[in-house]
């Protein structure tokens, strides 16, 4: 990563730098929303490793990669790809979007989750419990699992507790996923 990226999260706190090496064990013990790999920090061969490895993870993260701006494919199983070539800021900017539930980007269609017809995902919503609706709540309006327990007076850890269950209920495998479901749901009851 370049010095304007390191320059330009510093006043982000929400943002932890590590190496590649070790990654899958960090984000295990951090258990962040997002982890941002770049393609020419080592050989794909330790990104295919990192990449199942974080997959593997109970509490999956959202695996960005930044790659060259030409860069259409990749054989990683990442959920974004990001253009390497643009300013820290903007990258950053598109991690923010792609966190907030509002886009939902795959590099492999196969592997995408499967959202299901509005009514269903209705159905699934009514599955639970009025705190994890609280949370979902927060969750499609793009907060972290630090930011909704501060909100609701709760801690991190039992965020990420509720997170699993919705994950579970919605039976998808990610939190945008999830916020999908529940924008759809929700625009499917309005417009019945």
Request: net charge neutral.
């Amino acid at each position: 990563m370049n010095i304007d990226f390191l320059q330009a999260i510093r006043p982000n706190r929400q943002i932890a730098l590590a190496p590649i090496s070790g990654m899958v064990e960090k984000a295990t013990r951090w258990q962040p929303d997002i982890v941002l790999l770049d393609a020419a920090t080592g050989p794909e061969a330790a990104l295919v490793s990192v990449v199942r490895g974080l997959r593997a993870l109970d509490q999956r993260p959202l695996i960005a990669l930044l790659v060259p701006q030409d860069t259409a494919r990749t054989t990683l199983e990442v959920d974004v790809l990001l253009a390497a070539d643009f300013h820290a800021k903007a990258i950053l900017d598109a991690l923010d979007v792609a966190a907030s539930g509002i886009i939902v980007a795959t590099t492999n269609v196969e592997q995408a989750d499967r959202i299901e017809p509005d009514h269903i995902a209705y159905r699934r919503l009514s599955l639970l419990t009025g705190r994890e609706k609280e949370i979902l709540v927060l969750i499609v309006d793009g907060l972290s699992n630090r930011e909704v327990g501060a909100r609701l007076f709760i801690s991190a850890d039992t965020v990420k507790e509720h997170v699993s269950r919705i994950l579970a209920k919605l039976q998808v495998s990610s939190r945008i996923a999830a916020a999908v479901v529940a924008v759809r749901a929700e625009s499917w009851r309005l417009s019945a």
